[in-house]
Nanobody
Framework: QVDLQESGGGLVQAGDSLRLSCAAS????????MGWFRQTPGKEREYVSG????????YYPDSVKDRFTISRDNAQNTVYLQVNSLKPEDTAVYYC??????????????WGQGTQVTVSS
């Protein structure tokens, strides 16, 4: 049974930083691309970062480029999302996911439960 557990969310002020973690079990972690998504009520889920299975290739949309950094530790079966210079519009539930190709959002097949990030102005 695949399990993805996010952690590291919380209530922060604008300009602060957070590091989100996602610990994976029940799958061969090093075989999977990993991604981070976020969602707020009434909005579509947004793909904010992806990384290939080796960690060599990464994806960021323009909306978060230069502020978000994704990384992974295949020895620890964990993927991270470093989020800097947080803005109120970054407030969302952040989800990690495992899939087959980091550039194809439809390839993500396993999902965590999410961690709430709230940014106050």
């Amino acid at each position: 049974q695949v399990d993805l557990q996010e952690s590291g969310g919380g209530l922060v002020q604008a300009g602060d930083s957070l590091r989100l973690s996602c610990a994976a079990s029940g799958l061969t972690f090093s075989n999977y691309a990993m991604g981070w998504f976020r969602q707020t009520p009434g909005k579509e889920r947004e793909y904010v970062s992806g990384i290939d299975s080796s960690g060599a290739s990464k994806y960021y949309p323009d909306s978060v480029k230069d502020r978000f950094t994704i990384s992974r530790d295949n020895a620890q079966n964990t993927v991270y999302l470093q989020v800097n210079s947080l803005k109120p519009e970054d407030t969302a539930v952040y989800y990690c996911a495992a899939g087959t190709f980091y550039l194809n959002v439809r390839s993500y097949q396993y999902w965590g439960q999410g961690t709430q990030v709230t940014v106050s102005s």
